[in-house]
């Protein structure tokens, strides 16, 4: 949303010099949605009813990260419902 002047010296005019998104976001919300159902897959079936603990609703801010995300780890932690949440 930079004005025309601020485009130009950057010299990166929108629609010319950047006009593609740096990746499919189709491809990518499939992924993700793959990647969670595995998550949530692998959360609730471990334990029984009975054991499982506390709902969780995690919100990925700015990326997607699954294997390195500390506040992902504690928010499953003992959890026996996760809900993720990203908003695209």
Known sequence: KAPKSVQKAAACL?????PLPIVDH???RRVCVQ?????AEMVGT???VEVRGHTSVHLFRKDLRL???PSLRSCLEGSGTFY???IL
């Not at 929108?14 to 950047?18: F, Q, T």
């Open 26 to 28: 189709r491809e990518q």
């Open 46 to 48: 471990s334990r029984s």
């Open 35 to 39: 990647r969670l159902k595995e998550l």
């Open 67 to 69: 294997h390195d995300n």
């Open 14 to 18: 929108v629609g010319k010099d950047y």
């Open 84 to 86: 993720p949440v990203y």
